[in-house]
């Protein structure tokens, strides 16, 4: 189970890892640079909203890049414009406290590059299986542990994801109502987040042994890298291995 | 004590797979049944339709006078129990103790039944001696044992068990076996997902066997194991004392004793 990626057949999946990545990159720096605005919600919409599509993953890349910013711009937008230091432009008042204008758009400004800068990165990790991109970096003299822990760090929300799915189900079948009032749900938090968390950290140190025998295994014989061909290269199987590994852990459900 | 019934089952994963294929059966109480097929047979997805945490796509489960679809996850707890295969994914209390009470709490039982079915299942299980330990300090081993001690003391009729004696050395799983034996003493339903056919030889007097989403065979140990061309379609083995014992033509025998009693016979008449 590759997390994020999406294979479909598109010329956005046969660009190199390194060029989407570069485009991945050079999008955000334009959107930064610029410092207007608006400039990121427009390259979101006129660049990475139409090449997802040429991708045929424009329904994921949609759903999950709003689903990264959500957290964010709720908790940018409460915080800014009721709290924002320069504010005394007032929109509306809420008792003691007042909406300003300032806030709302300073909000708005971080808003939407977050939008852009998960979405950028997430259209080259939808469209690119991980271990090409590994290989891809290792090539260009990336070190490849650094290389490893990057690629597999960026696949943990999916599996974060699965993991709460299967603790959730454990929990319940043990009796938990997790649906109903607020307070019921409250109190399904607790059962939640203690396996995910305690499992995450356990997940973690596996990576981090499997990565430690690799590398002996590497040093013992000094094999070079094959290259990103047609099959995938050593930078997949390591991915996989790491997911087989992990796969003790989770039930293949 | 209740009965189960599988009505025709069929069902899809949301991915198209389809994992289970018109499966009709029923559990007597008191039985205790194995599971058993290949990777990706269904074992897993049927298991999942006794507590409601997958509904079938056609057909109806009857858990006693319930139809799973009528009953949430958390009540039909109440009816079936089930040990997940990772015991990471439940475990939570600062105490074996406390974890163990945390399924029978649910339930709304009041605190001196909660009380006496923990301690219960902490004897059942062996752990009384760990009782007050945090389970995450406790080996694998015996954290598995911790699952299992905290679906026991929900006091259900039924109980699952997925992947029982993964992880677990010759010792754990005996000490599996005599905790599964116990629980088949007192009556309880036992419904056992395993690979390992020496423990369901053992363990479990009805073999179901599931091969692509439909049951291939179904019936007493014995029955079964004589299907040997069957059973190689969704690659199960059987145990080694009986393939022993049709290599040397005997009657069928998972247990050293009739075996060794078959072969003397057979020594004697020639
Ligand atoms: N969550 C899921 N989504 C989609 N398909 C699934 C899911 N879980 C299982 N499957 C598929 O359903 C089929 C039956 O799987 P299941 O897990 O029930 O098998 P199993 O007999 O328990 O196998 P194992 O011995 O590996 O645990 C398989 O083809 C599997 O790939
Ligand atoms: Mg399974």
Redesign the pocket.
Known sequence: MIALYQHRPSPVHQLHPLTKLAISFGVIVLALGLGVDWVPLVLYLLVLVPLSALARVAGPFVRTSLRILLPFAISLFVIQSLFFPEGNTILARLGPLSIKAEGVRFAFAGTVRILLMAGALLLTLLTTHPGLLLTGLVQKGFPPALAYVIVTTLQIVPQMRERASTIIDAQRARGLETQGSLLVRARALLPLIGPLVLGSLLDVEERSLALEAHVQRHNAQDQPLPSAGPHLGAGAQMVDCAGHARGDWL??? | MIPLALEEVSFT???G?T?LREISLTVAPGESVALI??????????ARHLNGLLQPSSGRVMIGDWDTRQHTVAKLAARVGYVFQHPEHQIFKRSVQDEVAFGPRNLGFAPARVAQLVEQALQATQLSTVADQHPHDLLPALRKRVALASVLAMDTPVVVLDEPTTGQDAQGVRAIGEIVERVRAGGRTIIT?S?DIDFCADHCSRLIV?GG?RVLLDGPRETVFAHGDILEQTAVEPPQLVRLAQRLRLPLAWEPQPLLAALEQSQRQR
């Open positions: 039930p293949a459900c | 994963y949301p991915s797979v994992a097929g290949q990777n990706g047979s269904g074992k897993t997805t049927l997902i690979h599931l989403g």
